[in-house]
Structures are given as C-alpha cells and as structure tokens.
C-alpha cells in the first residue's frame, strides 16, 4: 500500500528505527486496526488449536496482526531501497491504519525504474509467503508454531496480492503507470489512467461484497463489509490525490520564473512607504526590492505587509520594517521553470524571491501568489 508524498506531518507517530538508515514511524492508528485484527482473527486462532486458553488464542491473534505489519514494514522497505539504488531520496516510512507509506521525494526517471520500484515490493512479499507457506507444510499442525508460520505466509500473501492490483494507489498502479507512460511516453497520462482504474477498483470491491452477502441463502457478512469499505475509501481517496496530483504536472510546463516575474524598482531602506509605492506605480513596477546606498540588494519588501499597512500611516513607515532580508536561499536564478522552481521554493518558504541572471543583474522579483494562481482550479 505505498504512494510517494513527499510532505507529511513532522511528527508521524512513534519512531521504531532506521533500518537501512531509512526512519520508520507507527502511527497511533494502528493500534486501532491491531485490536480490529486481533478480535476478529481469534476464532481462527482458536479453532486452529483447540484446547488452547482463551487468552493465549487472543495473543497469538495479535502476534498476527503483528506479522502483518511486520510484513508490510519489508514491503516498503523493498520500495525504499529499490528507490535508493537509483538515486531517489527516501524520507520515511509510515506505517497507519491500512497499511504503510514510503515517502520517496522524487520521482523515477524512467518508466522502467518506476515499474521496479513499484514491484519490488509485492515480489518481496509473495517470496516471503512463498518460503512461509513451504515451511508451515513441514511444521505439525495444531501447534502455536505451525499457527505463527501460517500467519506469516498469509498475511505476506495478502499484502503482495492486494497491493498488485491494478490501480493507484497501489503498486499495481504504479507499474500500470509505467506502462502506459512507455506506451504513450507521457508521465501524466499514465497517472490519470491508473487513477481512474483505482477508482474503478474501489467502486468494484464495495459493489462485489455486497453483492456476495446478498446472494440467496448467505448471511450478510458485516466485518467483511466493513472491510470493503475500508479499503476501497483508502484506494479511492489515493486514485484522487494522483488524479490532482497529474492535474498539477499538466501546468508545469507553464511554470516559468521569467514569465511569472514582477518588475521591481529598487529602493533604499529609509523611503517611506507612500513614496515608494508612488515610484513603483509610475514605473509600472509590481514590487519593490530594498538596496544599500551602492545599489547592491539587501532585503525584499512583503507585499503582505504593504497590504496590512494603513493608508494613513504610509507616509511615516519605511520599507526597510517592511522587508525581508535577501538571505542567499531566497535568491533565485531567473532561467528556473517547472519542478525545479518548485523545489527551490519548497526548500525556502517566501513570500517574494529575488530573480537573478547568472551574471548576477536583477531580473526582477517572484511573488508566490502568481505561482499559486498558476494552479488555481485544479
């Protein structure tokens, strides 16, 4: 169950470890599904080994539950490490309520690295159910150890089954991603259409659980509907992130510095606002950058704080309380344009940036505002 979202909450969950160098957190949501496990698998449990205490078959259910974690915690990290061999960095792993999440900062170049990134996964699992399943064959039945192999080769076969499904978010989604991109050799349209096919995956488990549990003579069966709903509303809510998501890229090639930039004037920190602002609008200027008596930039005025300032107190504020100081990450290079200008802006949060050629001359400034209406609508 992996997607690449690369920005989540700073602090996930409780963090376990870093196995390959790799963070791994739990959310307090899984304590919800362990328990959701727990109860339902004790009958299993119990009649696999009968004359067994309530209270053991109760803990070799959440040993399963455990296993199954476990289990998808190898799962990602297969994805993880596939991801680094080709250079892609890996912030984490989350593992939450249905399962868990690599967070890969980047995407793969290619459409064949990110079909095995995608598979790696599954093919890690069903090894692993395949090596469980030949062991539980030589282990006597009706014993808790027999019970433990069981459940390790099953949960693994339901992890590396489920997730080859053929739709986003789902690492069957992403490998039908990679194959519609090499076909088609557009990145976006390969989203949309393994999106649109985890939608349709969502609809088709609801649906075809609820119609087993209607058919004559069957008990309708609740936890298995429940279930159903569960997964399909995770798969759902993934398939229309990667749908926004393949919206965004579509605007990239749009996203250019030197089309979005505002022409600046340059002004020295003591001018009063009024006056400033009364420069700007004869020059047919956008924004206003803060310069030493040398000419040299040293500081960027906040077009919110502009906004914020009243007009009658604009004659006796100055820019310079008005600006923010250039600090080198807010200095950008003119010629940026689609995710690298993104990027750029993600690693410093701004308001405004300073748009420089590569002589060093100012191009000009870019207000983030212009950028978010690149994307607005989608």
Known sequence: ???????????????????????????????????????????????????????????????????????????????????????????????????????????????????????????????????????????????????????????????????????????????????????????????????????????????????????????????SLLWSVLLASFIWVGASQSLQVAKVRARMPQLQARTLARRAIPVTPEVPLAEAMRRAREAQAGAMVVVDHDGHPTAIVNEAAVAATPEHRRPWVTVGSLSRTLEPSLVLPADLAGESLIDAMREAPSGEYLLVERGGDVYGVLVTADVNRVFSGV
């Open 1 to 223: 169950m992996s997607t690449q979202t690369p920005q989540r909450p700073a602090s996930p969950g409780l963090r376990m470890g870093r196995p390959f160098g790799i963070p791994v957190y739990v959310s307090p949501t899984w304590l919800i599904v362990a328990a959701f496990i727990t109860y339902t698998f004790q009958p299993v449990v119990a009649n696999s080994l009968p004359g067994r205490g309530t209270l053991t078959t109760y803990l070799v259910a959440f040993v399963f539950a455990v296993f199954l974690y476990v289990s998808v915690l190898l799962h990602e990290l297969a994805h993880c490490v596939m991801a680094r061999y080709f250079g892609l960095p890996v912030r984490r792993i989350t593992l939450y309520l249905l399962g868990g999440v690599s967070e890969i900062e980047r995407e793969p170049e290619t459409p064949a690295r990110e079909f095995l990134v995608a598979f790696v996964g599954p093919l890690l699992s069903l090894g692993l159910a395949g090596i469980g399943f030949a062991a539980s064959m030589v282990i006597p039945e009706q014993t808790i150890l027999h019970v433990l192999v069981w459940q390790l080769w099953f949960s693994n076969a339901i992890v590396g089954v489920f997730n080859l499904l053929p739709g986003l978010p789902l690492d069957g989604g992403r490998m039908l991603r990679a194959g519609v991109w090499k076909l088609t050799r557009n990145p976006i349209t390969g989203t949309a259409a393994a999106a649109w096919f985890g939608r349709g995956l969502a609809v088709a488990l609801v649906v075809g659980t609820l119609g087993l549990s209607l058919l004559p003579g069957q008990e309708p069966d609740w936890g």
